[in-house]
């Protein structure tokens, strides 16, 4: 199948677009009080960890080549985490709004401090994410306006191995396809990661010409919604045959647009 040639993502803003702000991704509740937490915790992990790997290179060569895969799982993380915490102002709770938005905005910051090779200046401000001050202004923003280009690694990293500095939600997704082990909580949050990933996908584009342009999106809007069917089948805590259903749905739409675009 044809692939079209690899190239920077582009913020779709960047091109004169006028892209409105990045809103929920679709008719999916964002993730719960506990959902949020865990997936918060989650990236402040795998940020801590690649700023240590970095920190404990060996010699100058090996933090070269370490530090460019941390940084791409840096970078993954506050990406997303600035995303699915965006999604959780809502208007409806003023004291979660402002939570939200707070880690929003220290998720940006680490975007920006791993993007300048702030390796341990990422992994401080991570870890102060349990407390940090509430923001005073609670609204959704677009999360990518002052991060100039994306490339697909920094969407897509997060999905990568834990060994890689991201949260092996790809694995999982693909293991669960061939049979689901994944208990409802767990597949909740990788239901609310590819969510992430697939708003942030609407205002990038990966075509050289309209008629990939169009694909892109197709591709997009399927894999969002095998994904909240998957959200969907994991809030009703289903049977095993549901939950590997709905997750192969999501891989055959993720393969699919591999097959074109990776």
């Known amino acids: 199948m044809r692939r079209t040639p690899a190239r920077p993502l582009l913020v779709a803003a960047a091109l004169g677009l006028g892209l409105a702000l990045l809103t929920s991704a679709g008719a999916a509740d964002p993730p719960t009080d506990a ?53 959780r102002i809502t208007g409806t709770n003023k004291a979660a709004d402002a939570q939200a938005a707070a880690i929003r905005d220290e998720a940006i910051k680490i975007y920006k401090l791993a993007a300048d090779g702030n390796f341990k200046g990422a992994a401080a401000a991570a870890k102060d994410l349990t407390t940090v001050k509430p923001a005073a202004d609670a609204k959704k923003i677009d999360v990518t306006k002052d ?8 969407v897509m990293h997060n999905f990568l191995k ?21 208990k409802p909580a767990d597949t909740a949050l990788i239901a609310h990661r590819v969510l992430a990933m697939g708003e942030l996908n609407k205002g990038i584009v990966k075509a050289d ?3 990939d342009k169009k694909k892109w999106e197709e591709y997009n809007t399927k894999m969002i919604k095998a994904t909240e069917a998957l959200l969907a089948a994991s809030q009703k805590k289903g049977s095993a045959a549901d939950l590997a259903k709905a997750y192969t749905a999501v891989n055959a739409s993720c393969t699919a647009c591999h097959d074109d675009f990776k």
């Open 147 to 154: 991060l100039g280009e994306l490339t697909q690694k920094e």
């Open 162 to 182: 834990t060994s890689q500095f991201g949260t092996n939600a790809e694995a999982d997704i693909i293991a669960n396809a061939k049979k689901a082990a994944a």
């Open 35 to 87: 959902e949020f937490r865990a997936m918060v915790d989650q990236d402040a992990r795998i940020i801590q960890k690649a700023a240590d790997a970095v920190d404990q290179a060996a010699n100058p060569k090996e933090r070269k080549v370490v530090a460019r895969n941390a940084g791409s799982g840096i970078k993954s993380s506050a990406l997303l985490m600035a995303t699915y915490a965006n999604d």
């Open 209 to 211: 010409n309209a008629a």
